[in-house]
């Protein structure tokens, strides 16, 4: 008996070891970026790095938004990441919906069709896209960005796969009732997906938060960029400008970390809805 | 210092020309004018067309860094000078790269003129994006204007397609305090071996050099080149395991055996610490690396020197050249945009007082060799201690050979550096490393070795 709860304690402290090992490792970049962002581009450079905080972050964020104009950048990238979850989140519950839930022809052929394009990488569909944008005269636009990527493929599939554990003889009983198709689905099948809507929007608004190569090419005009295209232009080729980076980087997680705070507890249980099937 | 600009330089730089199509192009090559522009009509429906001369009223211009702000001050005295609006775009290197690519690929949202590294030349002319420049070059007559070394990388079958900016003439770079302290003469050093041997006076905690393992293929290009080695031959065969090649890859290794170089990642804190605080004592780099350490460590401003590159045995080259830049046409614009693309490239590229004005602001080194013989290359300079380093930049940049990029440099690169990282390792001789290469690149390029 004391030999089992001593096996469990060292058990018990290896984990907790291993989980603070990997605690540190992961946030010790993050420390950085913090300490980094209040420094100037000088002691940056120091070797070995210097990790108490400096009073540098005003100057710094003064001299990237002189360069950029970031506070527009970052307004940029919150307006269309929130207008592409939106979006996204109501046509891939609606198209998740439709998959777990009705029957049509071709219904397997289409699902594993839209799953299909999960493998075309992002790199091949840029020109294309491009092509198609310059010829509806949409480049340059927060149209261009958003529309493209609305019906997300992961976002449909994780969609069906939660929605098909709502019970049909519930939804056949709304029917009953005289519900329409699209009562249904707004009065009945969204609100018991709560959880996994919150844990798609966090998946989509990071998509989105993070696309780079297609938003550089349809984006033409500074006063256009997202965070992504921002930071990009501040590495030249003779001078980094690490310090306005750090800054920028910095900034950048503030509206991750937000939402993902406000929908931490929903995320989990999304994430792990409808892998289990009873 | 810096206000000094285009005033100042205009005057050092002598009456050359307005470079307005009305004047004569630079004036000095005797062309009749305009720019060859002539043919084209502009009548592709362009809606900036200048209605007088076939050159459109407007045109943007792509460029990176301190490069793109070079050229809003050629910009700016373009427009003064000519009835035209020229919009320079600045982006970071990497994200312009990318969208230009796309942009060329695409057909469709290039710029009338964008900035063309030289190592970026054939991979780019390849795609038939690039319009080719060779019947204006020579309409203008200004090809001889530039230092010859420039020109390979910017041919595809015996056309060109861009006009030479900047050039990359490669110095070594050395704390005057460091070499003074331990007896080190820099004019004595003539070979690698000279070099080795001065290095050795160091103490043990302080290194001749950086040779880190992530950049042997740096180190090995500009030593190549040096010996007028080129990684393919006209006919397209492989051709990285010859003599000259494997004569670079012993000097690498000796360099490394002889414990005289620090192993530091290159444009990392501790990088720019080691040079700050003289760990490093010398840095073989180019012209441009003057605007960096100049920038980030200003507190070691006139403790620098030059000198040229050692020679890789006794009475042998040592001029080589590492980057540079050039400016092009997009082939997808209209003609009337072309026209006034190429007007603007030859005024701020073809003329004298355009090119020292970028090199007086931002440190581009011009690649226009009729610079040269101004007297600000003679100029006695404070970073370097009262040295006149241009004139040292300027000798090497007429010396250093041409270099025949590809589409397949690339390949090269990750060859040479893989295989010369084993070499120095101890898993295999030079022979051995250099013949490695090849076949790899041999083999991934389809091509066959020489």
């Known amino acids: 008996m004391r030999e089992q709860r001593r096996k469990d304690a060292v058990w018990q402290f290896l984990t907790y070891a291993f989980v603070v090992t990997m605690v540190v490792v992961m946030m010790v970049p993050l420390y950085w970026m913090l300490v980094a962002a209040t420094l100037p581009q000088e002691q940056f450079l120091q070797f070995p790095p210097r990790l108490v905080p400096g009073t540098a972050f005003l100057d710094n964020f003064a001299a990237l938004q ?18 592409y979850t939106l979006l996204s989140l109501v046509l891939c519950s609606m198209a998740g919906f439709a998959f777990a839930k009705y029957e049509f022809k071709f219904k397997e052929p289409i699902f594993y069709a839209i799953l299909a394009t999960l493998v075309l990488p992002i790199q091949l569909l840029v020109i294309p896209l491009f092509l198609l944008m310059a010829q509806l005269d949409w480049t340059n636009t927060f149209r261009a960005i958003i529309l493209p990527w609305a019906a997300n493929p992961i976002g449909i599939f994780l969609m069906r796969q939660n929605m098909k554990s709502i019970p049909d003889a519930l939804l056949e009983s709304a029917r009953m009732d005289g519900a329409t198709e699209i009562q249904i689905f707004y009065r009945i099948a969204l609100p018991t997906m709560r959880s996994s809507l919150a844990a798609l929007a966090i998946i989509l608004f990071l998509f989105q938060w993070d696309l780079f190569l297609y938003p550089l090419v349809i984006l033409e005009s500074a006063d256009m960029y997202t965070i992504p295209i921002g930071l990009a232009q501040l590495t030249g080729f003779q001078r980094i400008y690490y310090d306005q980076i750090m800054v920028a980087a910095t900034l950048a997680i503030v509206p991750m970390v937000v939402l993902f705070l406000l929908l931490q507890k929903q995320f989990v249980s999304g994430i792990l809805a409808g892998s289990l099937k009873e | 210092m810096k206000g000094a600009g285009i005033a100042g ?108 590294e030289s190592v970026d030349g054939p991979s780019l002319i390849d795609t038939g994006s690039v319009a080719p420049l060779s019947d204006e070059i020579e309409e203008a007559g200004v090809k001889d204007d530039f230092i010859s070394g420039k020109w390979e990388a910017l041919t595809v079958d015996g056309d060109i397609y861009a006009l030479p900016w900047d050039t990359g003439p490669t110095a070594v770079y050395y704390r005057r305090s460091v070499y003074d302290e331990h007896d080190i003469d820099p004019d004595g050093i003539e070979t690698w071996a000279d070099f080795i041997e001065e290095g050795q006076k160091l103490p043990d905690e302080q290194y001749m050099l950086n040779l880190p393992e992530g950049d042997l293929s740096g180190v090995w290009r500009y030593q190549f080149r040096q010996l007028s080695g080129e990684p393919f031959l006209e006919s397209g065969e492989v051709n990285i395991h010859n003599e000259k ?91 009337d945009k072309k026209a006034r693309g190429w007007d603007y490239l030859q005024f701020s590229l073809a003329t004298e007082e355009m090119q020292l004005a970028m090199y007086d602001e931002y440190g581009l080194f011009p690649a226009l060799e009729t610079t040269y013989e101004d007297p600000v290359f003679e100029e006695e300079l404070d970073f370097y201690d009262g040295q006149p380093a241009r004139a040292l930049f300027a000798e090497v940049a007429q010396e250093a050979p041409g270099y025949r990029f590809t589409e397949d440099t690339p390949e090269v690169s990750q060859a040479i550096e893989t295989e010369l990282q084993r070499m120095i390792n101890g898993e295999q001789s030079a022979e051995e490393a250099v013949q490695a290469a090849a076949e790899t690149v041999a083999e991934n390029t389809d091509r066959d070795l020489a």
């Open chain 1, 66 to 83: 002189e360069r950029l104009d970031f506070v527009r950048t970052i307004r940029n990238s919150v307006l269309i990441a929130v207008i």
């Open chain 2, 9 to 116: 330089l205009a005057g050092l730089a002598g009456c050359i020309g307005t470079g307005d199509p009305e004047s004569g192009g630079d004036g000095s090559d005797g062309s009749d004018g305009s720019d060859g522009s002539d043919s084209s009509d502009g009548s592709d429906g362009s809606d900036e067309s200048d209605s007088g001369n076939g050159m459109a009223s407007e045109i943007n211009v792509w460029g990176w860094d301190v490069a793109a702000r070079a050229l809003m001050i050629t910009s700016e005295e373009y427009e003064s000078e000519n009835d035209a609006t020229v919009a320079v775009e600045e982006f970071g290197r990497s994200a312009m790269k990318d969208r230009l690519q796309t942009n060329l690929l695409s057909g469709s949202g290039a710029p009338a003129v964008s900035m063309l």
């Open chain 2, 245 to 335: 090649s494997l004569r670079v890859a012993r000097n690498i290794k000796e360099i490394y055996d002889a414990d005289i170089a620090a192993n530091i990642e290159g444009w990392t804190s501790a990088w720019f610490s080691a040079y700050g605080d003289a760990t490093i004592a010398s840095l073989p780099s180019a012209a441009w690396m003057e605007g960096t350490l100049r920038a980030e460590l200003p507190d070691t401003a006139g403790d620098w020197g030059v000198f040229k590159i050692p020679a890789l045995e006794s009475g042998g080259p040592r001029a080589s050249n590492w980057g540079g830049s050039n400016l092009m046409i997009a082939d997808q614009v209209s003609d």
